[in-house]
Antibody
């Protein structure tokens, strides 16, 4: 059974940093691209980053490029999201998500989410 | 960036009725690289449909997807109580990956 478990969320001041983790199990982690998707309170879904199975390539939308960094440790079956220069508008539930296969970019499995609140 | 517009914003229906949800793209979504997700309050989204019309594992056959190009539809036949939720479409033909704003299916 595929399981994705996020951790590391919490309250952070504007301009601060936070690192999220996503522990994966139930599949061969290194074989699959992974992504982060966020959802602001009462709002829709926003894709914010992806990384290939090897970790060799990363992708971001303009809204977080240069501030957020996605990475993975395949020896630990763990995905990370380093978030710097946080803003109030980054307040959201952050989901890690597994993509199904090479060349496809929809989200087959999702974690339960980690809440990040950016506030002074 | 491909913008996805979902309509209606809210659909009020009774159990047993059919729901028809629309997702319109600002540019052609080639190869039908479009997915649908269901999200219930306090839960993560769940994949329903990918490739515009293929049901994900374990999804009941009352859920069906159709469409191509810029117009896509999610149909839910004979609504069950557990189907009342918010539904999102997502395109994965080009970066950035984008989602529609969602359609809430509520009990009438």
């Amino acid at each position: 059974e595929v399981q994705l478990l996020e951790s590391g969320g919490g309250l952070v001041q504007p301009g601060g940093s936070l690192r999220l983790s996503c522990a994966a199990s139930g599949f061969t982690f290194s074989n699959y691209a992974m992504s982060w998707v966020r959802q602001a309170p009462g709002k829709g879904l926003e894709w914010i980053s992806s990384v290939t199975g090897s970790g060799g390539a990363t992708f971001y939308p303009d809204s977080v490029k240069g501030r957020f960094t996605i990475s993975r440790d395949n020896s630990k079956n763990t995905l990370y999201l380093q978030m710097n220069s946080l803003r109030a508008e980054d307040t959201a539930v952050y989901y890690c998500a597994k993509r199904p296969a090479v060349g496809t970019a929809f989200f087959e499995y999702w974690g339960q989410g980690a809440l990040v609140t950016v506030s002074s | 960036e491909i913008v996805l517009t979902q309509s209606p914003g809210t659909l009020s229906l009774s159990p047993g009725e059919r729901a028809t949800l629309s997702c319109r793209a600002s540019q052609s979504v080639s190869s039908s690289y479009l997915a649908w997700y269901q999200q219930k309050p306090g839960q993560a989204p769940r994949l329903l449909i990918y490739g515009a019309s293929s049901r994900a594992t374990g999804i009941p056959d009352r859920f069906s997807g159709s469409g191509s190009g810029t117009d896509f539809t999610l149909t839910i036949n004979r609504l069950e109580p557990e189907d009342f939720a918010v539904y999102y479409c997502q395109q994965y033909v080009s970066s950035p990956l984008t989602f529609g704003g969602g359609t809430k299916v509520e009990i009438k």
